[in-house]
């Protein structure tokens, strides 16, 4: 396996659930190398792409809940959706980045969002779980220049390298968008090859057979 692929970015955003069920199945069961977590904000990807995201389609937003629902419940992970959502996630991000974006951070706060179902875009209920934390001074550091710019970066970085859609895990060149692409990314791992074969390389420079026309 080459070097850069020794180490992986997983780049998130809070207001994802299937960010939270990633996040507990790397913890669950480890790719065997370092996972740095990246907060950026996924309605900058979507403006970007020029994307629709899953809540913004009403049966597909029905259809995502249950969904994450049922696979949290199957795969025995705490879970309850917080009292809106979508939700406005950047005072959540902002304080994973103010806590240097630590481990420890993105648990606490994924945590409080989507185990424990909390409104942490609520300025009041933020206090509560900064003070809960210990970390009543974290209320204006949240709003500081250097933590909003340092999420802008991620964000920008994240595009740069190609990423879509949140969750994404960014091994060496590879992506691997969702949930369900962990698998392929344990694969990928195992195989740093099983993208090389002819099939999959036809797969990269495959043509349109026709583009949709934008309204």
Not at 141 to 153: E, G, H, M, P, Q
Not at 179 to 194: C, E, G, I, Q, T
């Amino acid at each position: 396996m080459s070097q850069d692929r020794q180490e992986a970015i997983l780049y998130f955003d809070t207001v994802s659930p299937f960010a939270y069920l990633m996040w507990k199945a790397l913890q669950r069961e480890p790719l065997g190398i370092p996972v740095t977590p990246v907060p950026i904000v996924f309605g900058a990807l979507l403006s970007h792409w020029g994307q629709l995201g899953p809540a913004e389609v009403p049966a597909k937003r029905v259809h995502t809940y249950r969904y994450c629902q049922w696979l949290a419940g199957k795969e025995g992970i705490p879970f309850r959706f917080p009292p809106t959502h979508p939700f406005l996630s950047l005072a959540s991000l902002r304080l994973i980045v103010a806590m240097g974006s630590t481990t420890m951070a993105v648990d606490e706060v994924f945590d409080k969002i989507f185990a424990q179902g909390r409104d942490l875009s609520s300025a009041d209920e933020l206090a509560r779980v900064c003070g809960e934390l210990d970390l009543p001074h974290m209320t204006s550091l949240i709003n500081s220049d250097t933590v909003k710019t340092a999420l802008r970066r991620n964000t920008d970085a994240a595009i740069g390298r190609g990423v879509f859609g949140v969750p994404t895990l960014a091994i060496g060149d590879e992506l691997f968008w969702g949930y369900d692409s962990l698998a392929m990314a344990r694969d990928f791992l195992a195989d740093p090859k099983l993208f090389d074969d002819p099939e999959m390389r036809r797969l990269a420079a495959m043509p349109f057979g026709v583009v949709r026309r934008r309204q």
